[in-house]
Every structure is written in C-alpha cells, then in structure tokens.
C-alpha cells in the first residue's frame, strides 16, 4: 500500500534562517505532488505542484521554493524565512491525472520566531 | 482558476443531530474528494466522489456534476464529527488538470 511520510511534525526557526521540508512517498510510481500551507483560519493554498522529477510548478509567487529530485521526494525550501512563513505545511500525493484521488501527510506546523 | 466555495462556514451541532454541508465549483471537474480535518491538523478522506452518491457509515455525499456542487451528510452526529470538513476539486481546463483546489471548509462543532 502507499503511504507518505512528511517531517518533522513541528519546527520553531528564526527570521531569516533557511527552511527545507521533505516528503517522501512508498509504494507508488510517478506520483503528482502537492505542497499545501495553511496559514492561522482554515484555507489550504497550493503552493507547488510537480508531474514529474524537476517539473515543478508555482502557484503563488513568494518566498519558498520547491524540488524533486526524485521521484516519489519533493521538497520546500527557503534562503531565509519571513515572519509571513509560519504556517502549517502540508504535502500530498495523487496518481498520475486528472481523476485521481490524493492523500495527505501528517503536517509540519512552522513557526518563524 | 476554477473556484470553490463551501457552506455554511460554521456549523454548531447538538449531539444526535444531522446536517448537511454544501459544496458549490465553479467548472467542470475529474475529480472531488470531501476530507475531514482533525484537531491535531490531519486530513482524513471521506469521499472520493466526482459524481454519484456514496455512503459510509453515518456519512454520505452526493455529486451531481451537472449542476456543480456536492453535499456531504452527516447524520446522528457525534463530537467526534467536530472539526473542519473541506471540499476540494480538480478542473479539467489546461491551467487546473492535476490540481487539486481546495474550499475554504466547514467548522464544525459537536455539543455533547
């Protein structure tokens, strides 16, 4: 069966410091990828969206960054973080297209101090 | 792109009750999961439900993609129900194949 491993479930870091989240995925190939934030309130934002290795999409221009140099581990990153950065951070995978069903990690809830 | 709005946005519940939870898109969609947040920040799937009806339990969902929305039931809640229920889609435009785009959610409170 598939599953997807997000970590590390919490994380404090300071202004300015760099930031890189990791995701990986078992049991499945050539899996869609999905990083999500959800600031304080309820709203998810699509942060990335990857098809394949090194094909990344950005959905919301801001200070973060993402990779995947393999195929079932996407990553999100950051030079420096802002106070704006705090959030909770979720990844996701989907089978490949359209129609297929996605399913989450556990989270990494970031606080920039 | 596509866009999604969901309703009420809170919802307080006497234990026992049912409800319904409302899911309006904005285009035409492959795919529509309906997922439960849990207190600790976890999403739960509940229904993977592009069109059709499914029940599990004392849930149920219903699509009807020609009209674009979906309704997630709850019936004989309990608070183990409370959280926040979220609707999400993919479109199947160019610019929202594979994306999965989520509603603001339902807040959804059990009282004992």
């Known amino acids: 069966s598939q599953t997807i491993h997000q970590w590390p479930a919490t994380l404090v870091q300071p202004v300015g410091s760099p930031l890189s989240l990791e995701c990986t995925v078992e049991?499945?190939?050539?899996?869609?990828l999905y990083w999500y934030r959800q600031a304080a309130g309820r709203g998810l934002q699509l942060l990335f969206y990857s098809v394949g290795i090194g094909q990344i999409s950005s959905e919301v221009p801001q200070n973060l960054s993402a990779s995947r140099p393999q195929d079932r581990q996407f990553i999100l990153s950051s030079k420096k973080l802002l106070l704006s950065d705090s959030g909770f951070y979720l990844c996701?995978?989907?089978?490949?297209?359209?129609?297929?069903?996605?399913?989450f990690g556990q989270g990494t809830r970031l606080t920039v101090v | 792109g596509i866009q999604v709005e969901q309703s009420p946005p809170d919802l307080i519940l006497q234990e026992g009750a049912n409800s319904t939870l409302r899911c309006n898109f904005s285009d035409s969609v492959n795919n529509l999961q309906w997922f439960h947040q849990n207190p600790w920040g976890q999403l739960i799937n509940l229904f993977y439900?592009?069109?059709g009806t499914k029940q599990n339990g004392r849930l149920s969902a219903t699509t009807v993609a020609t009209e674009r929305y979906s309704l997630l039931y709850i019936s004989s809640s309990q608070t183990t129900d409370s959280g926040v229920y979220f609707c999400a889609v993919k479109g199947v435009t160019t610019d929202s194949w594979g994306k999965l785009q989520f509603g603001a959610g339902t807040q959804v409170v059990v009282t004992p």
């Open positions: 439900i592009p069109s």
């Open positions: 049991g499945t190939s050539n899996p869609n």
């Open positions: 996701a995978w989907s089978g490949w297209g359209g129609r297929a069903e996605a399913f």
